[in-house]
């Protein structure tokens, strides 16, 4: 096994067992489930990756109630800014999941709730470069938005003597995926970050492509990102991941320390690398895109605190050990 | 005078003599113009700026006529890729000065001649995010495009089961100022940079913003190239300023080595910075945005060779030199 990158060798995965399995649930007080694995835009066909099979679905309900039994917080992590919570709940609930919205932490949430945070004056607007999703979390949390799918169809003529007005009081900027991107959005927000003082420039999240529809990739929140970025020379805050923005906000709202909490997920090079990075215990399951031989690689440096076949088997192996 | 941030003491900037200035022609091959001052829109109101007032326009087509008399190569450098060489041949028509297309860079232009100085294959297409500009330098050098304005009424949907087509045998992609940038254009161009082997990322420039319109500041080609570069994670080749390209071609067509070049202009941090760090000679013409004042304050670095009032005086002086 190759040492050549670092003086400590690699740690060797360990299979879950009964004990290191319920250590884990004991030692844990939240556990993020990663949703943006393969299939962003299904729901339905990234439980069928993660969780394969039909009998496993059915499994899944259970495993989640019996780690919420045992008083465990669930989070269920997207960097998807197009839906909100609701939204999400609703996909949840239409595949037979009873998960609910304050389980779910979207990138969408995740601009909003660090508004929130910093004390952002409730008279100061916020202006949005992306879909539903965001000005309905932001619109719940209590701001005032503008921009967003409404600017989708305006156009702009470049031609002399027209003034582009903007509004003084936009104090914020919320930029996340955007299929309706167009010049006015770009220059709409370009306005507010360059001339209104002290601007706030938000990312939902910087990921270069995702899932949109289950047959390709199509460009994500970094694009538009980008060209905020691009046109404003400024660098934004991303609230999504992998800032752990998500996991200040547990640690602020439920008190829970980033060394109680697990992520899981199905990708070496994000879920789990971002859990570590952050200071979270992993687990991997290997439903997902990643295989054992791919996680026993030589080459492999991200090594996972532990790994499971699936959720389900994590959990059922947890029980099985006598408490 | 602050020495602070260096140990070389900073050059006193000395105004043109009749000496200096003849000294300036006999030793300059090519006279780099620069015409993105302050209105790239508007030439005329560019003129007005760089050489204020009627009486001086009327003096300048003199004074270029004299330089090129004395066989000097005049070159008008702009970033703005939305006209072609042709087109801002006219516009300078129209202001009544003889301005030829062979003696216009523009950075539509530039991506051309790169993909020629590349010998990029004929039989292979370009991908253009940007205006008619681009497509008609593109096609006048040879090339088979797609994308410009012909997609920018283009929708997207995303729903499952749509498959997007992208034309496999597109070689390069070229990204300019785009004020019908669109979702649709940004996956065309995403998929050809990640999933065409080979394909080129071409940014005409990356200025973030621009005087599109008289009265205002846009986004830039910067914008679009930072939303491609924002959904491929891939950087590009800028061919228009600040990258050299330009120079490299002179070199490369007409023998013309950089120390045999002078840049004019009238933005320290722009243009003089630009022709310095490029090895030309500068010049600094005063009626634009920089004053006697900025140029002479003690926190100014930027020491371009010579400055004078306006190119009409610096071709004037230079002529008050005896042989």
Redesign the interface.
Known sequence: MSMANGTKPPSSPQPLTPETARSLVDSVEAFLFDCDGLFI??LLKKLRVIWKGDKLIEGVPLALQALRSLGKKLVFVTNNSRKSRKQYAKKFASLGLDVSEEEIFSSSFAAAMFLKQRNFPKEKKVYAVGEEGILEELTLAGFSCLGGPEDGKKE?E???????EHDKSVGAVVVGL??????YK??YA?LCI?ENPGCLFIATN?D??GH?????E???A????????????KEPTVVGKPSTFLMDFLLERFQIETSRMCMVGDRLDTDILFGQNAGCKTLLVLSGVTSLSDLQHPTNEIHPDYYASNVVDFVELSRTCPL
């Open positions: 835009f299904s702009i470049l031609k002399n003597n027209f003034w582009f955007d299929q309706y991107i167009n010049y770009l220059q370009t360059r910087r270069a492509v949109m529809t289950d047959l390709q199509w460009p994500g970094g694009c538009m990102v980008g060209a905020v970025a691009g046109s404003t020379g």
